[in-house]
């Protein structure tokens, strides 16, 4: 497994088969994924290896990626971070198990997410969308510097869409 970047805190890294679990769980939380519109549900280990192989792996060879993010002093998996393309952008994300919350982690980990597309991205616009009434991680986007635009529709929800600017 790559190791993408390292933070005070965290190191970023590919994930692997073995992480399948880890999106299993933080799946079936539904406090998660309450923000999460229109995604299909990892609610098996069989749901979360096909994401894995169909989705995550494929982004890697195009040196993007959600990215496993492990917690330096304890190698805890809290969560995932990282970079796609959807639409023609690339896209930031982030999903961390609540426990995780209000910590900084995701603030963290989007700050070494946003500095790999501005070291290794070019073409397309960077972007990270949030529903509306998300409002931590609309903070996070702010924190990292991305700047409101718009809302837009997201399956059916409205969405804030911020850029980097930069």
């Known amino acids: 497994m790559k ?3 390292e933070t005070a805190r965290l190191v970023l890294r590919e ?5 399948a679990e880890h999106l299993v769980l933080l799946g079936r939380n539904p406090n998660v994924m309450r923000f999460i519109p229109g995604e299909p549900p990892v609610e098996t280990h069989a749901d979360a290896l096909a994401v894995v192989r169909e989705r995550i792996f494929p982004q890697y060879a195009l040196g993007l990626g959600r990215w496993a993010c492990i917690e330096k002093a304890t190698g ?3 969560g995932w971070c990282g970079i796609k393309e959807i639409d023609g952008e690339y896209d930031i994300g982030y999903r961390f198990f609540e426990r995780h919350w209000g910590k900084g982690f995701a603030t963290e980990a989007a700050i070494a997410t946003r500095d790999f597309a501005r070291a290794h991205l070019r073409g397309n616009r960077v972007v990270g969308k949030a529903l509306v009434g998300n409002v931590a ?3 996070v986007l702010e924190k ?3 700047v409101y635009e718009k809302e ?3 399956e059916g929800e409205r969405a804030a869409v911020y ?3 930069e």
């Open 15 to 19: 994930m692997t088969e073995a992480d």
């Open 163 to 165: 850029v980097l600017t």
């Open 137 to 139: 991680s609309r903070r």
């Open 76 to 78: 805890a998996y809290l």
């Open 144 to 146: 990292i510097g991305l």
């Open 152 to 154: 837009e529709e997201r």
């Open 3 to 5: 190791t993408i970047a």
